[in-house]
């Protein structure tokens, strides 16, 4: 393999990781406007369920507010799992993290001295560091995306958990015991 044809699969690689860091960030935004649905719904529900108690529900209502309190719980964790999907950064040391031309990642108080690298790094680039820094990159934001996706499993999880109580609530709440 010619070195051009290895930086433009390195290239699509890259373009590759990013797209799907997008989707990742999508699919994290739907997960957020359905778990705020779902705890708008919880809270409606908690304050109707509250609301109804006259004494004669005590025990249920209590195990109810209890399960429900669980169910609002759990479906938090969701969101804050959603947000620190978004938020995902690759880990400290990760390999590729050093400052190239690719990603230029360096701290405020260090980039006077980066823009003076720059020029150099620029102009001596022969095709195998370009190979290399596409390597670093790649690596990088393949940590990124295992980041991100692992979060977002877990808001999926703790959705679905919240979804299956907040049912079992409905299911046996005082009105739907009283009604059948």
């Known amino acids: 393999m ?8 390195c290239h699509k690689g890259l373009e590759n990781a990013q797209q799907t860091i997008r989707f990742v960030d999508t699919k994290t935004g739907v997960m957020f406007v359905l778990c705020t649905g779902v705890l708008r719904y919880q809270l409606k529900y908690t304050s109707s369920i509250l609301g109804s108690s006259d004494g004669q529900w005590s025990n249920v209502v209590l195990l109810i507010s209890i399960v429900l309190f669980m169910a609002v719980a759990v479906l938090l964790g969701s969101l804050g799992l959603s947000l620190w999907s978004l938020l995902s950064r690759p880990r400290k040391g990760a390999k590729g993290g050093s400052f190239i031309a690719l990603f230029p990642c360096v701290k405020k108080d260090q980039w ?3 823009c003076v690298g720059f020029d150099k790094l620029i102009c001596n680039l022969d095709e195998d560091q370009i190979c290399k820094e596409y390597a670093g990159q790649l690596a990088v934001l393949g940590d990124i995306v295992n980041r991100k996706i692992a979060f977002h499993r877990w808001a999926v999880y703790c959705l679905a958990v919240a979804v ?3 049912v079992i609530v409905c299911l046996f709440s005082p009105e739907t015991l009283v009604q059948s």
Request: net charge negative; aromatic share 0%.
């Open 112 to 114: 006077p001295d980066a």
């Open 164 to 166: 299956v109580l907040t």
């Open 2 to 9: 010619h070195h051009r044809e290895k930086i433009e699969h």
